[in-house]
């Protein structure tokens, strides 16, 4: 059964850091391309970075340099390091499947608020 539970997001100065855990289950951190996404009411959902199978990692241009995704296998948890934080990336933050097309669901996100 698939399952997602992200933590670790809250209220941080604008510069500040986070880090964001997502537990799986149903997925297998050896084969599949799992990403984190954000949501804020006025855009839909976004992808932000993505991790393959062996461990290549992509990143949107709106956070290159300041989030690393990484992930461990062995605790089937999927990490998304976030660093410089700036208002801009206030937003609920879920992972999942890179390709959208393979998602049957989401879990409830963690939600991540940068503000002075």
């Known amino acids: 059964q698939v399952q997602l539970v992200e933590s670790g997001g809250g209220l941080v100065q604008p510069g500040g850091s986070l880090r964001l855990s997502c537990v799986v289950s149903?997925?297998?951190?050896?084969?599949?391309?799992m990403a984190w996404y954000r949501q804020t009411p006025e855009r839909q959902r976004d992808l932000v970075a993505f991790?393959?199978?062996?461990?290549?990692?992509r990143y949107a241009n709106a956070v290159k340099g300041r989030f690393t995704i990484s992930k461990d296998n062995a605790k089937n948890t999927v990490y998304l390091q976030m660093a410089d934080l700036k208002p801009e990336d206030t937003a609920v933050y879920y992972c999942?499947?890179?390709?959208?097309?393979?998602?049957?669901?989401w879990g409830q996100g963690t939600r991540v608020t940068v503000s002075s």
């Open positions: 149903g997925f297998n951190l050896d084969y599949d391309t």
């Open positions: 991790i393959t199978g062996e461990g290549s990692t």
């Open positions: 999942n499947r890179a390709n959208r097309n393979e998602i049957t669901t």
